[in-house]
């Protein structure tokens, strides 16, 4: 007790420190992730990317290939990244050889200066029609994984894949999550690997998808991470107030149905479309706004899911671009927080400070901005408090 009058005046002075700091108050935390996804034929190059990524407070981005100008742009930058290989490229890098010679061209010449932090191998595979590239993929990951460790580097790049939701059979509810009979065979080994090498397990989940196919039934407020009385797991009792959680809890659930208990999970997408086609109910930039910024703000809060609540959920939002090119419905070329041109698709909280994305030019946005500063410093407040009360206990 007697030492409670100094951790006050270090919370103090915290405080006073983190009110002073004011926008740079993302760094205390840790980071959401976005998705930087290039299929757009007006995107900006990689540099004035990073500097965007660093004006919204962004340290973690996965792109879709090993673009050497991205890595190049982002070296000796605060930026994680994640990279991704093609799924065309799963046959070759099977032979360790081959992925010895990948990992010495597409990672090792710009590791360190770019901080590479995890490969993603193929994207989707075990929802995907082709059975063949389903069998190659755990052997590239062994091969990938091994050529990082032959090259010193497998300490600080992690290997994965992004599966979509489709790899669950049952994802209602959470306990009764387990995987599609037909990839019960190459399952074990995929979660050895991940076990083995204590990678997590990468889910590219969206409650949008669920809430589109059934919009009478699906509550919107459960899958916005709005305010509402969620749903209880019949058989573990936990409580769920919005449908990203459970879904990862399912996957935690199916993992341990085959016997992997202790993999981590991680949200490698996830995002809401600010415009879709009239059948794409509730793609609308109210509510991608809405989805994004909840996210944001649980972000913030360092949250785990119900069932592992003390292990923050670590998430990438998709995406950091609208992407023009990209084939399919409306929604698809609408899942950006920006615009090409770098300004914000619509006010997800995030702060820009640099001035060709800031939104100051009319007096309701400046309003917008008093508002989201007013949010700031109650985050703000509520952060030193977190900290406070940590040093007490
Ligand atoms: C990163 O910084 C190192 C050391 O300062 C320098 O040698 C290297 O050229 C930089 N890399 C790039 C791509 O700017
Ligand atoms: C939705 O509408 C688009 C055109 O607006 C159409 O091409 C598409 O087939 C429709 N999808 C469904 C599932 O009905």
Do not use: C
């Not at 991205?70 to 994680?80: D, G, R």
């Not at 920006?338 to 698709?345: C, F, H, K, R, S």
């Not at 917008?368 to 408090?385: C, D, G, N, T, V």
């Amino acid at each position: 007790m007697e030492k409670l009058p100094s951790k006050i005046a270090i919370s103090n002075i915290l405080l006073g420190f983190y009110v002073l700091s004011g926008l740079d108050f993302l760094r205390q935390v840790e980071s959401l992730g976005i998705n930087y996804g290039q299929v757009g034929n007006n995107l900006p190059p990689p540099d004035e990317v990073l500097n965007l990524l660093q004006s919204l407070k962004l340290t973690k981005a996965r792109i879709y290939d090993t673009n050497p100008q991205v890595l190049t742009s982002f070296a000796n930058s605060s930026i994680e990244l994640i990279v991704t290989v093609d799924n065309q490229m799963l046959s070759t890098l099977m032979d360790p050889q081959q992925a010895l010679q990948w990992v010495g061209t597409h990672i090792r010449p710009y590791f360190p200066a770019t901080r590479i932090t995890g490969i993603a191998v193929g994207n989707e595979i075990f929802t995907g029609d082709d059975t063949t590239l389903m069998a190659y993929l755990v052997p590239a990951m062994v091969s990938i994984h091994a050529a990082l460790v032959r090259l010193g580097l497998d300490q600080f790049i992690q290997v994965s894949t992004p599966s979509s939701l489709g790899v669950l059979e049952e994802s209602y509810p959470p306990s009764g999550g387990s995987f599609r009979s037909e990839i019960n065979e190459i399952m074990p080994q995929f979660l050895q690997f991940l076990e083995t090498t204590k990678a997590p397990f990468w889910i590219n989940a969206y409650p949008y998808f669920a809430y589109k196919d059934d919009p009478n039934r699906v509550s919107l407020d459960y899958v916005l991470f709005n305010r509402n009385s969620g749903m209880i797991d019949p058989y573990t009792k936990l409580h769920y107030d919005n449908m990203l959680y459970a879904q990862v809890d399912a996957v935690i659930f199916a993992m341990a149905r085959m016997g992997y208990e202790g993999i981590q999970v991680m949200v490698s997408e996830t995002g809401w479309p600010s415009k879709g086609d009239p059948n794409e109910t509730g793609a609308t930039s109210e509510n991608a706004a809405i989805y994004n910024r909840n996210l944001l703000r649980r972000q913030m809060e360092n949250e785990g899911t119900p069932l592992r609540p003390n292990n923050r959920l670590e998430i990438y939002v998709f995406a950091l671009f609208n992407e023009d090119m990209k084939p399919g419905p409306t929604s698809e070329r609408n899942y950006g927080l920006l615009q090409p041109d770098g300004t914000m698709a619509y006010n997800v909280g995030l702060s820009p400070m640099s001035a060709s994305i800031s939104l100051t030019s009319d007096a309701t946005k400046v309003k917008q901005r008093e508002y989201e500063s007013l949010l700031r410093s109650i985050f703000l407040y509520l952060l030193a408090f977190q900290v406070f009360m940590r040093r007490q206990r």
